[in-house]
């Protein structure tokens, strides 16, 4: 499976080298990353899922959010991750391990196969994306959902402007996220070729600095 070269010109520090994910992998530094919003956001993109829904997650996450979408789902339901890394997808699979429900495999969030699902959960992934393959990440995930079938969006967004990390946060897309700023320009739902076909709705969180938004398929489910 190539690795995107965004990941690997940007991000191999990060996902790619064993030692930085044994580090990184963990509760409490992905709830610093994200200024002590971690539970939050994690909650906020799993309450969007049923019970014994299958949902799709677009690439794997550090700390807790897969096992505690797994649980949330339910022994009924069912989690498949996705991830480009091989080392990525090995450590998943391992951290989720205890988990009957839930799967990962090796694949690109571009092509993530023919298989149709109830959910999609994308976190944290599209800021780490050049514009191009935000769109394809995002036509590709959405046309997954089944009638009625909810892609929930969990990631960056344009602080309000008196937000005291905004200064900080730009700093930091100009240094380390060069990617991440343009959904402080850009909604989602302007990645999606097919916006029409879906009920759209945004909220933001944390005066604005992260938005989740949910895109739900017009039609019944079945
Ligand atoms: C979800 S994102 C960022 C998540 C967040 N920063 C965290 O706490 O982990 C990181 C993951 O996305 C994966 N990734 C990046 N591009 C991908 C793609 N095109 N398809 C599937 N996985 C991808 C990386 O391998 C990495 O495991």
Not at 76 to 87: A, C, H, I
């Amino acid at each position: 499976m190539p690795i995107p070269y965004y990941l690997a010109q940007t991000y191999a520090w990060a996902y790619l080298r064993p030692r930085a994910v044994r580090l990184l992998d963990r509760e409490i530094v992905v709830n610093a990353i994200l200024w002590g919003n971690y539970h939050r956001l994690v909650q906020a993109a799993c309450t969007q899922f049923r019970r014994g829904e299958h949902v799709l997650q677009a690439a794997s996450v550090y700390g807790s959010q897969p096992s505690r979408l797994a649980d949330h789902l339910g022994p009924t339901g069912r989690l498949t991750v996705l991830d480009v890394s091989r080392l990525q997808v090995e450590r998943l699979r391992a951290k989720l391990a205890t988990r009957a429900n839930a799967s990962v495999r090796l694949a690109d969030a571009t092509a993530p196969g023919r298989e149709s699902y109830d959910g999609v959960c994308c976190f944290f992934l599209l800021h780490e994306m050049p514009d191009a393959y935000k769109r394809r990440t995002v036509n590709a995930l959405l046309a997954r959902l089944k009638p009625g079938g909810r892609a929930v969006f969990v990631d960056y967004a344009g602080p309000r402007w008196f937000h005291p990390l905004r200064g900080l946060m730009w700093l930091v897309n100009r240094w380390l996220e060069p990617y991440a700023a343009s959904l402080w320009r850009n909604p989602i739902s302007s990645f999606a070729d097919q916006a029409g076909q879906f009920d759209w709705n945004e909220r933001r969180l944390f005066l604005g600095l992260y938005q989740v938004v949910v895109a739900r398929r017009r039609g019944l489910s079945g």
